[in-house]
């Protein structure tokens, strides 16, 4: 097909999509204060704890990718990703598995979500799944997943479910299709997750991907109900955009970089609770178009990302866990893992902390998803 017609086409598709965000874009909260919550619990030091566990994979399902992780009320661990015969493949489901803290042990993985319970809950034709997002409000459990009824990950939707009480096994309830666009409603994705603000909702990070490619903030009330969008900036193929609290009002978010601006990484604060962004930056470090995290540990923040380190030929060989010096310069402070097979990756980190605690789980090798945990006192002896 002509280029320049394809072009054309993008262009209008793009200028629709866009046209739809704008109607949301910045919401005001006139009477209201909004805050972040940022989670920190005052423990006493114990001795340095680390820990490194595979997870446990579905039988004869060959790989997995995309873990997304919550605390759940009793301390435990909630993980879930998808696993497949490969990423797109329609036989694709979203698993769970539980961390008992006590135990320090994964339980046996099950299935959260099918594409054929998804296309029966929103009567919608559901030809694969994607990447999963876990949330938790007291005992809601939010669960947002990447849908597609047609081509590839560019023509897909956000879909929302919840349940209270979580029990493996049990279904989701589902509550709708995330509308973000009163036009073409597609190429919208989720990845990174939530932060919780003080009026009872959270920020959710998403990002659009059809033509050009670019970061969204989505905000949601107590009751999960969507209420604004938020275009943050307008640099061109940042994705996936991972946000996390510096301050009270004010937050840090950074982004995948895909393939621009000398694979370069991307900051930017917002101010008054998300309703002011400031300009992006560029950052010290390289991003070779991998998914990377920020953490809040402490009052300090904390920079999960891929790294050349270990393996200067792989992009996602290395996974690195660096210090905020500021908004722009970050300093490593140790590699958490990597990988020496051909073509492998230790990619897709989602980090969370209980306040003493850190836990990561990301991809290795796209055949299982790993966990890492360590403490505070670890931390301060490897620094």
């Known amino acids: 097909m002509d280029s320049s017609f394809m072009k054309k086409v993008y262009f209008v598709l793009t ?16 009477n209201n204060k909004l805050n972040f919550q940022i989670t920190l619990t005052p423990t006493p030091y114990t001795r340095p704890y680390f820990s490194k566990t595979d997870i446990p994979m579905p039988p004869k399902v060959p790989s997995a990718h995309a873990a997304t992780l919550i605390y759940l009320e009793n301390g435990d661990l909630l993980t879930a990703f998808f696993g497949g015969s490969r990423e ?60 597609t009824n047609i081509g590839g990950w560019a023509t897909s939707k956000i879909y929302q479910l919840y349940m209270y009480n979580f029990i493996p096994n049990k279904n989701f309830t589902y509550q709708g299709t995330l509308q973000l666009s009163p036009f073409l409603n597609i190429s919208n994705l989720v990845r990174s997750i939530p932060v919780k603000t003080n009026d009872g909702g959270f920020y959710l990070p998403i990002y659009h991907e059809l033509a050009d490619k670019y970061a969204l903030i989505l905000k949601f009330d107590s009751s999960g109900k969507l209420t604004s969008i938020i275009k943050p ?34 900051s930017q604060i917002c101010l008054k609770g998300g309703e002011r962004w400031l300009k992006p930056e560029m950052t010290n470090i390289k991003n070779y178009n991998n998914s990377a ?10 920079l999960i990302h891929n790294t050349l380190d270990l393996n200067p030929n792989l992009e996602r060989g290395t996974l690195t866990l660096s210090k905020m010096m500021s908004p722009t310069e970050f300093k490593k402070i140790f590699d958490l ?12 980190p989602t980090t969370i902390t209980d306040g003493d605690n850190i836990d990561i789980v990301y991809t290795y090798n796209r055949k299982n998803i790993r966990h890492i945990r360590f403490n505070r006192s670890y931390l301060k002896a490897r620094q």
């Open 233 to 266: 900036n307008g640099l061109h193929r940042q994705l996936q955009p991972s946000l996390s609290p510096i301050s009270d009002s004010s937050c840090l978010v950074v982004f995948r970089n895909h393939d621009r601006y000398d694979n370069t990484m991307f």
């Open 337 to 348: 893992d990597h990988t020496t097979s051909p073509n492998g990756e230790v990619s897709y």
């Open 293 to 302: 995290n920020l953490i809040n540990f402490n009052k300090d923040i904390y």
């Open 88 to 147: 797109g493949a329609r036989d694709v489901k979203i698993y769970g598995s539980i961390y008992d803290v006590k135990k320090h042990k994964w339980s046996q993985p099950f299935i959260m979500l099918t594409k054929e319970e998804l296309s029966q809950k929103s009567h919608q034709y559901i030809k694969k799944l994607g990447n999963p997002v876990l949330y938790r409000d007291k005992n809601k459990i939010y669960l947002f997943v990447t849908g």
């Open 15 to 30: 200028v629709i999509l866009l046209g739809g965000v704008f109607l949301y874009l910045y919401p005001q909260h006139p």
